[in-house]
């Protein structure tokens, strides 16, 4: 079984080698920075079981909560990594993030806003149209949903690991709201080379920024105000790059577009706002009107039983009183009145007990698992 959990300080010498395959702002290829991550989200998470929302505004908390100087700005809001373990092995073997408030008031997310601009010539009748973009800074504090990297051996898994690994994110907004902003946002990376460069920011953020998009990438886990102190505050005409750098506005990494599509499929949208590093877009969306959110509940557990005897399947979760998280992606059992069950199996990898309180979203029709496995079984039978 596959075991989505609190991320541990044990796990990072793992998500060092996971951000060493790709290229993520949220998680660089730094163990220091992956460490205090790693004990930031620790605290989150036993501030989520013991039910207290922390003040978004509050500052000054970086030493508390085992940042440091790393990340001062981001352990000013509440962070929660997970990991997905191989219980077999008991190897890490993915990790995802969300962060419950991305900058605010005095610390705001920095973007660039797209639109376009006609021009029309009387004399000529004739005109053009050109995309601008415009600095764009945001106090309001969205939710940040990011750094999931799955290992590449486990991609095209039958089980759709990266799909439970980016879902467990909106189903943990789901069982704690209040902790969460009305409005949710994505980073999607933009093309990066092998080698960590981006075409578009030596042609645009490195003319205003003089630092290697790798430096200027890991400087933001210190602080974002060089950003909004340098780049400039006009409209930039995007036609002065070159066609190979404009052709990267708004563009995602091969490695990035199914976790796009993905989203796009919730309820995400893109609402032509760009990261100001690479082009990638910035996908929105309203928090209330995503079905993952809305769907989940609360359950107690029963006892256990047969997967014969189960009746749906979904995302089950159980959040301890020392803030340890445990989720598994499995068939379970809705009997109502606010009550499931669960197999053996599954209440044993979760360490649940009968009388739990237990987070539930469910993701399947009845029987809809073994129904596709028993169709997928009678097509291979017949083609035989």
Known sequence: MFLIRRT????????LKLARMVHFISLPADKDIITSKAIHSRNCFIRAAAGSARD?????????????????ELSESDLFMFSLEDTQ?????????????????????????LERKHFFSESLQSGTSHIVAKLHLDESGPTEIGGLILQPSFRRHKLKLGRSLSLIRLHFIGLHRALFADQMLAEMMGPITPDGHNLLWEYLGRRFINLTYTEADRFCQYSREFMTSLLPREEIYLSLLPPEARALVGQVGAETAPARHMLEKLGFENRDFIDPFDGGPYLHADTDSIQIVKRTKRAKLGDALSKAQCNRSGLVSVLDS??????????????????????RQAMRVLEAKPGAEMGVTPLGEPGSTRARARKAATRKSGRG
Do not use: C, H, N
């Open 89 to 113: 092995t008991g190897t890490v073997i993915g990790t995802s993030q969300l962060v419950a408030r991305m900058g605010g008031p005095g610390r705001p997310m920095v973007s660039f806003k």
């Open 8 to 15: 541990k300080v044990e796990d990072v010498p793992t998500l």
């Open 322 to 343: 020392d803030g340890e998280f445990r989720a598994l992606s499995t068939e379970y059992a809705d009997t109502g009145r606010g009550r499931i069950r669960l197999p």
């Open 56 to 72: 978004p505004g509050v500052k000054g908390r970086a030493k508390q909560s085992g940042y440091g100087g790393f990340g001062a």
